[in-house]
């Protein structure tokens, strides 16, 4: 983009409300015409819009959690790279600092500070999805059962549903999972699962807190999984208060399903 600092002095100018009428006017003709200038305005534009006062903000009263992978994320190669990048811009820019750099410079000063910023931004996003990543750890859904167990009435409904849902097109395994629960004979809380978890993946998420519900509601020995999803459906929805709701009553019998796991998950959002 080959804008001239007269140019970019300009948009400087512009973006600060500094202009006369006269400026303004030219201003604007020159950017009706000007593709280049158009572009580099609106790069500059976003970019103070972006980088304000209160993207340095992501740091206030961290806990030992967020402390430890902070200081393991400033010790590792990607940040040490960042570090040197903004280094070397910080040299050059020093070098011509100098009485008129004031205007000229500009906006090497404001690339400075936009490289600074994005470094906070992304330890910012770094810490801020802890969250995202726990849920990330827990929806690999290995741990299901097989919807064709032995003894099970065999049905080629189940069969299909199970190998849809591997296959990751959970649409199809949600029209599979709500056929099978036409039958009586194939309605189990296993059923129930894997319809509730194609509800989440497919973002319909009070349909799944309803389906893990109706697990709960059930006389099954494994009815507490019930809470353990609809634990994960909250995670996703960044919705704390109602995870820690759910966590707290898997915890309050050690023979919930996912019991250690739940003390782990908690511990973290304390």
Not at 111 to 122: H, P, Q
Not at 170 to 184: M, Q, R, V
Request: charge should be negative; include cysteine; hydrophobic fraction near 35%.
């Amino acid at each position: 983009m080959s804008i001239s600092e007269n140019l970019k002095i300009q948009v400087d100018d512009y973006l600060d409300g500094l202009m006369t009428d006269s400026e303004l006017s030219k201003f604007t003709e020159e950017l009706f015409s000007n593709l280049e200038l158009q572009d580099y305005l609106a790069i500059n534009k976003e970019m103070r819009i972006q980088y304000n006062d209160e993207d340095w903000q992501f740091l206030e009263k961290p806990s030992s959690d967020e402390f430890d992978d902070l200081t393991s994320y400033l010790n590792s190669d990607d940040a040490k790279l960042l570090k040197n990048n903004l280094t070397k811009v910080s040299s050059a820019y020093n070098k011509d600092n100098n009485a008129q750099a004031s205007k000229t410079n500009k906006a090497k000063v404001y690339s400075f500070f936009a490289i600074a910023a994005s470094i906070v931004l992304i330890i910012g996003l770094f810490i801020l999805n802890r969250d995202t990543n726990l849920y990330n750890n827990y929806n690999s859904w290995e741990e299901l059962p097989s919807l064709i167990e032995r003894g099970d009435v065999q049905s080629d409904v189940l069969q299909n549903a199970e190998n849809e849902f591997i296959s990751k097109d959970y649409k199809t395994a949600n029209s599979l999972c709500l056929k099978a629960l036409e039958n009586p004979s194939l309605n189990n809380v296993n059923v129930y699962l894997y319809l509730g978890i194609t509800q989440l993946e497919l973002g319909k998420h009070e349909e799944a807190i309803a389906t893990f519900d109706k697990i709960l509601e059930s006389d099954s020995i494994d009815f507490s999984k019930g809470y353990w999803y609809k634990a994960l459906v909250y995670l996703k929805l960044d919705n704390i208060v109602e995870v820690k709701k759910q966590l707290k009553i898997i915890l309050k019998d050690k023979n919930h399903y996912m019991y250690e796991e739940a003390i782990k998950i908690y511990s973290k959002l304390k």
